[in-house]
Each structure stands twice: as structure tokens, then as C-alpha cells.
Antibody
Framework: QVHLVESGGGVVQPGSSLRLSCAAS????????MHWVRQSPGKGLEWVAV????????NYGASVKGRFTISRDNSRNTLYLHLSGLRPEDTAMYYC????????????WGQGTLVTVSS | QSVLTQAPSASGTPGQRVTISCSGS????????VNWYQQLPGTAPRLLIY???QRPSGVPDRFSGSKSATSASLAISGLQPEDEAEYFC???????????FGGGTKLTVL
């Protein structure tokens, strides 16, 4: 059974940095592309980034490009998202999700970790 | 502004059939397949329909999807109270090189 557990969220000041983690189990992590998706309070879903199974290919959403970095450690079955230059509008629940098939098919999601950017 | 447009709300009574649409201009509607996600209140999203019309295991056959050149639809037949949730369409946009989500449709079961 696929299990994804995010951690690392918290309350931070504008301009600061944070690293989110997503611990994966129950599937072959090193064979799976992974996504980060976020959801601001009361709002819809916004795609953040995707990384290929090997970590060699990465893509980012326009609003986070140049500020966020997605990475993975296949030896630890862990996905990361490094957030820098945080802004109040980055306040959101951040979900990691496993890719299956097409780039838009996210077949398993974690429960999310909340990031609040506030002074 | 999202490439994919959804009505913000929809409603139906138990047993009814409801349809949720996801549209875009013909020049912008993704050529790639469309997926649908269901988000129950207070929970993470879950995959409901993939590749336009395929159901993952565990999704009841009351849920079905379709896609044309300019829109995609999610149909729910035999509506049940537990179907009250927000529904999002999504597709990979090759021109943006990004995953795009519709704004979501909040379904109320009256």
C-alpha cells in the first residue's frame, strides 16, 4: 500500500527558507516520478513541481520557478522541496503525490504539510 | 488565469445524475489526456478518473469521464451524499510545460 508522509511545514517569515520532505513507502520509489502540489486556504489546487524517477528531469510552476527546488534521495525513499524567498502568497498546504502513467496522473497523495508565511 | 475552466459549484439530489464540465478554448484545451480528482472536505485529493475515462481500482462505476476537442466532463450517476466534495480537472499542458488544474467545482448533494 502506497504511503506518503509530508513533513517540514511551519510558520516562517517572508524571505525565509524551508525544506519540506515526503517519506515514501509501499512502492518502488526509485521507479516513480513525483510531484508537489499546493493548496492555499480555501482555494484550488496549484501544481508546484515534478521530478523524474532518477531526478534528472525537473519542471516547475511559473509562480515558484527560481525560488523552489525539487529533489529526491532514492536511497532514503524521500522527496524534497526546498522553498526560498518565501512570500505570504506561498502560504498553503503542500502535498506530495506519486506520478503514474501520464504526467498529469497523480495516483497517490500524502496528507499534506502546512506552510504559513507571515511576519 | 487557468487554462482549464470549471463552474464553481454544482448540485443534485440523491439518485440524480450530475455532470461537471472542464473547458478551454480550442487552441488552449490540452491535447493530452484529462484527469479528475476528488477532494472530500478536510482531506487530500484522490485520483478519480485518469486518461479521460479510466477509473482507478476502488472508484465506483457511478463515476465516468469523457473528453472532446474543447472540453472534458465528469459524470456522476446515482448521486450519493458521500459524493459531496470538490472536483478538479487536470491535464499536462505541453506549451506551458506544466500541470494545469481547473479551478474546481464544489458539488453539493441536497
Amino acid at each position: 500500500q502506497v504511503h506518503l508522509v509530508e513533513s517540514g511545514g511551519g510558520v516562517v517569515q517572508p524571505g525565509s527558507s524551508l525544506r519540506l520532505s515526503c517519506a515514501a513507502s509501499g512502492f518502488s520509489f526509485s521507479d516513480s516520478g513525483m510531484h508537489w502540489v499546493r493548496q492555499s486556504p480555501g482555494k484550488g489546487l496549484e501544481w508546484v513541481a515534478v521530478i523524474s524517477y532518477s531526478g534528472g528531469d525537473k519542471n516547475y510552476g511559473a509562480s515558484v520557478k527560481g525560488r523552489f527546488t525539487i529533489s529526491r534521495d532514492n536511497s532514503r525513499n524521500t522527496l524534497y522541496l526546498h522553498l526560498s524567498g518565501l512570500r505570504p502568497e506561498d502560504t498553503a498546504m503542500y502535498y506530495c503525490a506519486k506520478r503514474s502513467g501520464s504526467l498529469a496522473t497523480l495516483d497517490s497523495w500524502g496528507q499534506g504539510t502546512l506552510v504559513t508565511v507571515s511576519s | 488565469q487557468s487554462v482549464l475552466t470549471q463552474a464553481p459549484s454544482a448540485s443534485g439530489t440523491p439518485g440524480q445524475r450530475v455532470t461537471i464540465s472542464c473547458s478551454g478554448s480550442s487552441s488552449r484545451f490540452p491535447l493530452n489526456t484529462v484527469n479528475w480528482y476528488q477532494q472530500l472536505p478536510g482531506t487530500a485529493p484522490r485520483l478519480l478518473i485518469y486518461d479521460n475515462n479510466q477509473r482507478p481500482s476502488g472508484v465506483p462505476d457511478r463515476f465516468s469521464g469523457s473528453k472532446s476537442a474543447t472540453s472534458a466532463s465528469l459524470a456522476i450517476s446515482g448521486l450519493q451524499p458521500e459524493d459531496e466534495a470538490e472536483y478538479f480537472c487536470a491535464a499536462w499542458d505541453d506549451s506551458l510545460n506544466a500541470l494545469v488544474f481547473g479551478g474546481g467545482t464544489k458539488l453539493t448533494v441536497l
